[in-house]
């Protein structure tokens, strides 16, 4: 045989065994990808797109099992070699994950339409709610409802629910997720969101329900989902981290950890009402429950961290819980929870404690508003504004002594502050000692003329 033949000979045998390595490694990657072990997917696909890189469906079932894994940011590059490789389907795939990736206008161009009409074509549909549900359109659930009619399969409707849940349409999100459980289905990301979809709705029995068929289908799904959560978190797919993490608080229920975070996930998209729904859940369940619960009861002032209940992390929920209720106008509530928190919390600060007070002041609330300024002043004894906030209070209560008592302790912080200068002159001026009043009216104006509150009050004394 020549060198010329026998080059061939080589070259064809080394061609045939990469072709058998990437088939190998592909039907591995399919195989993986439909037991749902979405990773190990998307790392025999990307070796076999490693060596032949030219090969549309490969990256196109890349970027799939990227975003099977909830890695839209690794989807988007093999998609667009896809695109660019004239692969069908390959549009459709990096629409997915630019909508998941917060860029929406990018992907919008991408999903094909007739005149003003969709395309009647499921997968479009189900992209086109998933962009609607991105822009907060509560035209979503009828746009994949229509998807469902078009297609009807278990994953469908329940993503169907859980559009429907999060558009607040409990009765119908529940039905729509009770659908897919007389189904019999065996998907467990199915059965996942439908579990998902009632714990919003409502529905704690067909949550529960939920959860009874994912474990039969799958033991350790748990930590799958809670994987693809934080991989949706980091690319910046909002709603699809806070599906995952949905899914993995109905499976469960007891769990506060979880619950927690679906319930900061809500707070920081601004949904207070799921927000203080999950952050009361998760205080109330599991590990955080007897904290929380002797946080709240307790009649000491300070924290209990010093009684051996500390636990920052529900100190962190129940802070980010007060913040929620203030943002609901629940100004009682808010005070309530923040004190809870500074309780539990191993590392209270004088700041945090003097917030309370100025929420129980607000609150009408002023043995509590004192409570929890008195601990400000003794982590910080030149805390001002907790020192402030006991003046007021003991005004309001008509202890005119100790008012002006922490008044001056205020003043002496602060020569010429004229918020300290008002009220202490007015208690002055209560007690029946208008020089006093007068003296520190004067102080303030030396320091600001233009203050014309103190100015009024230095006339109403002189007249």
Request: charged share 25%; glycine share 8%; with cysteine.
């Amino acid at each position: 045989m020549g060198a010329a033949s026998r080059s061939c000979s080589v070259l064809a045998a080394l061609l045939l065994t990469t072709g058998c390595a990437t088939h190998r490694l592909a039907r591995e990657g399919d195989a993986h990808l439909e037991a749902g072990r979405t990773t190990l997917a998307v790392r025999c696909y990307r070796l076999a797109c490693e060596r032949r890189p030219e090969n549309g469906e490969l990256q196109l079932a890349l970027a799939r099992a990227c975003l099977a894994d909830a890695q839209p940011g690794e989807a988007e590059s093999p998609a667009r070699k896809a695109l660019t490789l004239e692969e069908p389907g390959a549009g459709l795939a990096l629409a997915e994950a630019l909508i998941r990736l917060g860029r929406s206008d990018e992907a919008a161009p991408l999903l094909p339409t007739v005149g003003a009409d969709l395309v009647e074509d499921p997968a479009v549909l189900e992209l086109r709610a998933l962009l609607q549900l991105a822009h907060h359109d509560p035209t979503a659930a009828d746009t994949m409802r229509r998807a469902v009619e078009i297609a009807p399969s278990p994953r469908r409707e329940a993503a169907l629910a859980w559009m429907l849940a999060r558009a607040g349409a409990a009765a119908e999100a529940a039905e729509a997720a009770h659908h897919v459980l007389e189904a019999n289905t065996e998907d467990p990301d199915a059965l996942g969101d439908a579990g998902a979809a009632m714990l919003l709705a409502g529905d704690v029995a067909g949550a529960r329900a939920a959860a009874r068929e994912v474990q039969s289908c799958v033991a350790d799904i748990s930590d799958r989902w809670q994987d693809q959560a934080a991989h949706a978190e980091r690319a910046g797919d909002t709603e699809g981290a806070l599906r995952l993490r949905a899914r993995g608080a109905a499976l469960h229920p007891e769990d506060g950890a979880q619950l927690g975070r679906l319930g900061l996930m809500f707070a920081e998209i601004g949904d207070a009402p799921r927000a203080s729904q999950f952050l009361e859940a998760a205080l109330t369940s599991g590990a955080y429950r007897a904290t929380w619960e002797h946080a709240q009861a307790s009649q000491q002032p300070g924290s209990v961290a010093m009684m051996g209940f500390e636990d920052d992390d529900a100190a962190a929920l129940a802070a980010a819980l007060a913040e929620v209720r203030m943002d609901q106008g629940r100004i009682g509530d808010a005070a309530r929870a923040l004190r809870a928190s500074l309780r539990m919390s191993g590392h209270p600060t004088a700041a945090a404690w003097t917030k309370a007070a100025a929420l129980f002041e607000r609150a009408r609330e002023g043995p509590a508003a004192i409570e929890a300024a008195s601990e400000a002043i003794r982590l910080d004894p030149g805390a001002f504004e907790a020192l402030l906030i006991v003046t007021r209070v003991l005004r309001g209560a008509g202890d005119l002594e100790q008012a002006i008592g922490y008044g001056r302790m205020a003043w002496r912080l602060t020569p010429g502050e004229p918020r300290v200068a008002l009220i202490l002159g007015e208690l002055y001026e209560l007690r029946g000692e208008p020089a006093a009043a007068r003296e520190l009216y004067l102080e303030a104006l030396r320091l600001d003329p233009s203050l014309a509150p103190l100015r009024a009050a230095l006339q109403r004394i002189e007249r």
